[in-house]
């Protein structure tokens, strides 16, 4: 079983930025790939970005693209997301998953992660 907690989010003003980080409890972490998604009021969860099981490859969603950097170190079981260029439609709830294990390849796909934090706020100011 795998425990995800996240923090690092809070009220940012545009233009601003955040780290996130996710600490991850278990054996399995530095077998399987995370994810970060967010969630903002009325939408669905969607997809922010992606990390291989070892961090040597990565995805994004296009709206973050270029502002957001996802990284791990699994030394310490940790993954972070790095927000740069904060835009005020970045407000979200934003969540750390993970896939099971020995699931290594990046996805986009909610449905392919079996752990998920509880969440942490993000509110862009404008």
């Known amino acids: 079983q795998v425990q995800l907690v996240e923090s690092g989010g809070g009220l940012v003003q545009a233009g601003g930025s955040l780290r996130l980080s996710c600490a991850a409890s278990?054996?399995?972490?530095?077998?399987?790939?995370m994810g970060w998604f967010r969630q903002a009021p009325g939408k669905e969860r969607e997809f922010v970005a992606s990390i291989n099981w070892n961090g040597g490859g990565a995805s994004y969603a296009d709206p973050v693209k270029g502002r957001f950097t996802i990284s791990r170190d699994n030394a310490k079981n940790t993954v972070y997301l790095q927000m740069n260029s904060l835009k005020p439609e970045d407000t979200a709830v934003y969540y750390c998953a993970g896939r099971g294990a020995y699931y290594r390849g990046t996805s986009s796909n909610t449905y392919d992660y079996n752990y998920w934090g509880q969440g942490t706020q993000v509110t862009v100011s404008s």
């Open positions: 278990g054996r399995t972490f530095d077998s399987s790939a």
